[in-house]
């Protein structure tokens, strides 16, 4: 294996000097999980990574599928430009109503709209005009290839698609041992689909659970 292994004190020394959390943001998971939330949200160098993914791509128009309590969405929103837009999709009424009260509290309320409801018809009804500039997916596995080709579909030429959770655990490698495990066969699908998409550059970055990150073509 080629690299360095990430140690704990290596990791922290990456948080520390590239992606603190404020006040905020150190407060929002418990707060959502008080709530009933899932702490299944990104981690803060996931979350510095998005940020420097959007502003190599230029990112004014950012769609996110899958907000959970919007720590990403503030992540996200605090990279965009004064006239930027991020529009996150969220399944879970009590997640999309987290996301947006967090939103405000951050006073990114005007850069960002929460829709609730089923992301493959809420994505059904947006049009490519204006395309988006970068779309990140982290949401029910089984519909990513869906939500992927929604992504290609409403982006532009070097828009940048992240799809999170790309390693499964660290278990996506053992596809072909594990047909009837729904979560690795549907990352690998994912994966496998970013890869060889002619429409795509993608690599998968091992950071945290893994970012599949691909530029459109
Ligand atoms: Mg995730």
Not at 12 to 27: C, P, T
Not at 67 to 87: C, H, K, N, T, V
Not at 103 to 112: E, F, I, P
Not at 137 to 156: C, F, N, Q, S, V
């Amino acid at each position: 294996m080629k690299g360095t292994p990430i140690t704990e004190q290596l990791y922290d020394y990456i948080v520390s000097h590239f992606a603190q959390e404020d006040d905020l943001l150190r407060r929002l998971p418990a707060e959502a999980a008080a709530r009933g939330a899932p702490l299944i949200h990104i981690s803060p160098e996931q979350g510095r990574f998005l940020q420097v993914l959007m502003r190599a791509a230029g990112a004014k128009r950012v769609l996110e599928i899958g907000a959970l309590f919007g720590y990403s969405a503030i992540w996200m929103a605090r990279a965009l430009p004064e006239d930027g837009a991020l529009l996150a999709l969220e399944v879970h009424p009590l997640h999309a109503q987290l996301t947006r009260e967090n939103v405000a509290r951050a006073g990114l309320s005007h850069k960002v709209e929460v829709r609730q409801g089923n992301a493959l018809d809420l994505l059904a009804a947006l049009d490519p005009r204006p395309p988006f500039d970068f779309v990140f997916i982290d949401a029910d596995k089984p519909a990513y290839l869906a939500y992927l080709e929604h992504a290609l579909r409403l982006t532009r030429p070097g828009a940048i698609i992240v799809g999170d959770n790309a390693s499964a655990a660290g278990n996506v490698w053992k596809v072909d041992a594990t047909p009837d495990d729904a979560y690795i066969q549907a990352m690998h699908a994912f994966n496998h689909r970013m890869a060889t998409d002619p429409r795509l550059l993608s690599i998968l970055v091992p950071i945290s659970d893994g970012m599949c990150v691909g530029v459109v073509k």
